[in-house]
């Protein structure tokens, strides 16, 4: 059974930074791109940034660029997010989430299956 | 950016009626759209992918359908479980967008 697990989140400062980390189980974690996907309280859902199979090929949305740096350790089956320069606005439950499948595009950018996600709130 | 713009907001529906949940892309994003399910305190689940194609495990009551801009998610007859926020996802290009959610609730 495939199984994501987050940790890492919690309550911090503006301006401050936290690592969140996604523990992967029951896949070859190594086969398949990994993204996280933020909800603010009450909110919908927001893709916050995507890593291949290697490590190699990141992408982020606007809001996150060159603030939130995705990463993973194949040998570890762990799936990190480090966030630095935080903003309220940066308040959600982060959710990582395994790529559908391992055949490009095609399977790689749909979310299957999600952790139940870790909080992250930024406030002073 | 590809916007994607759900409707209606709200749909208030009885067990065993249909359910139809629209979704519409600012730019034709060919049949690259997905459907979420999230259920209060819960991960989204995936439904649907490639906007018809039904994932591992989904009741086939869950379809989709669509191309270009305009896609729909029906729910042939509403299960109790079935009552949840429903979200459709693009792939086309970077960034991956979602739309803005339906809820599906008991009327």
């Known amino acids: 059974e495939v199984q994501l697990l987050e940790s890492g989140g919690g309550l911090v400062q503006p301006g401050g930074s936290l690592r969140l980390s996604c523990a992967a189980s029951?896949?070859?974690?190594?086969?398949?791109?990994m993204t996280w996907v933020r909800q603010a309280p009450g909110k919908g859902l927001g893709w916050v940034s995507t890593?291949?199979?290697?490590?190699?090929?990141?992408f982020y949305a606007d809001s996150v660029k060159g603030r939130f740096t995705i990463s993973r350790d194949n040998s570890k089956n762990t799936l990190y997010l480090q966030m630095n320069s935080l903003r309220a606005e940066d308040t959600a439950i982060y959710y990582c989430?395994?790529?559908?499948?391992?055949?490009?595009?095609?399977?790689?950018?749909?979310?299957?299956?999600w952790g139940q996600g870790t909080l992250v709130i930024v406030s002073s | 950016e590809f916007v994607l713009t759900q409707s209606p907001v709200t749909l208030s529906l009885s067990p065993g009626e249909r359910a139809t949940l629209s979704c519409r892309a600012s730019?034709?994003?060919?049949?690259?759209v997905a459907w979420y399910q999230q259920k209060p305190g819960q991960a989204p689940r995936l439904l649907i992918y490639?906007?018809?194609n039904r994932a591992t495990g989904i009741p086939a009551r869950f379809s989709g359908s669509g191309s270009g801009t305009d896609f729909t998610l029906t729910i042939s007859s509403l299960e109790p479980e079935d009552f949840a926020v429903y979200y459709c996802?693009?792939?086309?290009?970077?960034?991956?967008?979602f739309g803005g959610g339906t809820k599906v609730e008991i009327k």
């Open positions: 989430a395994k790529a559908l499948g391992i055949v490009g595009p095609a399977t790689s950018r749909w979310f299957d299956p």
């Open positions: 029951g896949f070859t974690f190594s086969n398949y791109a």
């Open positions: 890593i291949g199979r290697s490590g190699t090929d990141t």
């Open positions: 730019q034709s994003i060919n049949n690259y």
């Open positions: 490639d906007a018809s």
């Open positions: 996802q693009q792939r086309s290009d970077w960034p991956l967008t």
